[in-house]
Structure formats: C-alpha cells, structure tokens
C-alpha cells in the first residue's frame, strides 16, 4: 500500500466564507430552536469521517457554489426537533426529515444573506444512516464547524467557494 | 399505532420535469460511461425506501428548484466508475466520490438545459453507507427512475418544482 500523496499547499479557512454560518448556526439555535450552543474552532476537515446519524444537505449556486452540510447525532437530532416543533416528532416520519431540512435550511438562508445577492441555495435533502459518509469534490475544502447543545453535538460541514467576479 | 393519513389527491408526475433526466441518463451512459442502460417506467415514489449504497445530490435553484439523487449499487458504482475513468478507481479514495459526484453533476447539467435558462445547480454530495435514507422535503413529490445496466442497477430520484414566471 502507498501512502496517498500529501496535499503541497494544505487549504485555509476563509473566514469571510465561514463566519456568516457561524453566526447564523448561532442565531437560529437561541432564537428558533431555543438552546444555545457552543462551537469549538473551526478547522479543514480532512478525513473521510463519517458524519453523525442525521444530516442536512443544502446545496448553493450563482456567486457562492457548494454544499452545507448539518449533521446531528441521533439523539440530538430528536430533542432539537422536539425543541423546534414544540412537540416531539416521530423520527421515522416525514416530519422529522422536514423539520431537519428546515434547521438546515434557516442556517444556510441565515448566512446566505452575508455572502452576496446572487447566492441561490436549494432545498434540503436529509440523508438517515448511522455512519454514512458525505463526500464534497476534493477541489472545495470542507471547514468543520462542531457545535455542542446540552442535548447533544452537531457539526457544521461547510464547502463553499465564491466565484470571482467583478468588483470582488 | 394509527395509519399514516392517506393523501387526498397523490402527486402526478410531470413528464416536462421527468423527460429531460431520462433523455440525460442515456445520453451520459451511453457517450461517457459507454455503458448502455435500460430504464423502467418512472414512478412516483411514496416510501421512505433507502437508497443504494453510493449517492450522489445535486441541488437546484433559481427557476427550478429541489434535488436530484443518483444513486447505485455499490458494486454498480465500481464498475461504472471503473468504466468512465477508464481504470479501476479504489472506492475509498477521494477519486471514487469525485468520479460519482460527476456523473450525478453531467446527468443533472444535461436534464437541466432543458429545464429552463434560469436553473443552477450546485456541486454534488456524494454520501457513502449501506442503507442510508436520503429524504426530500414532503411538499415536493419524488419521481424515481429506475435504471438497470449490465453491470448492476441505479436509480435516479428527481424531486424538482417549477416556479411559475411570467409566460410559463
């Protein structure tokens, strides 16, 4: 087996790019969710870790293109839903996979907002499996968000680029 | 344990939303892949069935919205990536995903020139992990369409709405 090749010039954190999800994450959890987090620093994420159990999916196209990905430890996922809808929400139903994409949704629309007009953002697709593993093309560094609730951890996974275009 | 509520009036699919994925599938098949595929009749899908083993998702924005997933067999992957790059790909390496998230991004790039000038896409996802459950948002119906070749099968999930603009 050879060792794969070491990346010459390791990528770094855009904070122009990052920040605006910080502070949305923030944002939604206190005003929407109703728990605060904490978040450790923000690093490249490296490795093909698999996520947690229950992850978000946005994608963004126009001026800012890329992925952002919320992944939810299983039990987290349960009582943040359950904090957000007021009630708790049956894992198994399409509630919950709704609720999830509208976390996910509210965190990029929250920081879609400071990264330029012309970013467009999808709507969510919540993949389900325990250790499931979600790649991004290797040309788009991913930044690794971890977050921490009293009820459990999530991460943030942000891959996004900004287009150059005039004036920037 | 009550039943679910059955829907009222059951989605119908939209052959001006389906047709041009169909037309893209055989299109990229058969010109990069040079894999011919035969496609069974698209269906709506009303389950929260998993999807195959390897997935890639493309989100759209701008006029037409939602996600399209592609997702194969594992053992289809291999042989389909081995066929489109050219050699064998080792499934754990950044390449295996890349090459994934290409085929979903060039099916989704051909569907979506037909689709309307305003549509984008963003970069593909590709997740990883034997039965992982990839759910769209309940409001947007999801049309699966199933897709054999000689060496495995994959199926193409297209949950998209048109927005309605001027003239449409």
Same mark, same amino acid.
């Given at each position: /087996?050879?060792?794969?090749?070491?990346?010459?010039?390791?990528?770094?954190?855009?904070?122009?790019?990052?920040?605006?999800?910080?502070? *949305?994450?923030?944002?939604?959890?206190?005003? /929407?969710? &109703? @728990?605060?987090?904490?978040?450790?620093?923000?690093?490249?994420?490296?490795?093909?870790?698999?996520?947690? =159990? @229950?992850?978000?999916?946005?994608?963004? *196209? &126009?001026?800012?293109? &890329?992925?952002?990905? %919320?992944?939810?430890?299983?039990?987290?996922?349960?009582?943040? %839903?359950?904090?957000?809808?007021? /009630? #708790?929400? =049956?894992?198994?139903?399409? =509630?919950?996979?709704?609720?999830?994409?509208?976390?996910?949704? /509210?965190?990029?629309?929250?920081?879609?907002?400071?990264?330029?007009?012309?970013?467009?953002? *999808?709507?969510? *697709?919540?993949?389900?499996?325990?250790?499931?593993?979600?790649?991004?093309?290797? =040309?788009?560094?991913?930044?690794?968000?971890?977050?921490?609730?009293?009820?459990?951890?999530? #991460?943030?996974?942000?891959?996004?680029?900004?287009?150059?275009?005039?004036?920037?």
């Amino acid at each position: /087996m050879q060792p794969s090749q070491a990346t010459p010039t390791p990528p770094t954190i855009n904070p122009k790019l990052i920040v605006p999800f910080v502070n *949305s994450v923030r944002n939604v959890f206190a005003t /929407m969710v &109703g @728990v605060s987090t904490t978040m450790d620093r923000p690093r490249i994420k490296t490795d093909r870790a698999p996520a947690y =159990d @229950v992850s978000g999916i946005i994608g963004f *196209s &126009g001026d800012v293109i &890329g992925t952002v990905v %919320v992944s939810f430890q299983k039990c987290a996922a349960a009582k943040l %839903v359950e904090a957000f809808a007021g /009630m #708790a929400v =049956d894992p198994d139903s399409p =509630d919950f996979a709704d609720a999830v994409g509208e976390l996910a949704n /509210m965190i990029a629309g929250g920081a879609k907002q400071h990264l330029g007009n012309a970013a467009d953002i *999808s709507i969510p *697709s919540v993949v389900i499996g325990q250790g499931h593993v979600i790649t991004r093309p290797s =040309d788009v560094p991913c930044v690794v968000i971890p977050c921490k609730t009293e009820v459990g951890d999530f #991460a943030v996974e942000v891959s996004v680029k900004q287009l150059q275009t005039a004036g920037t």
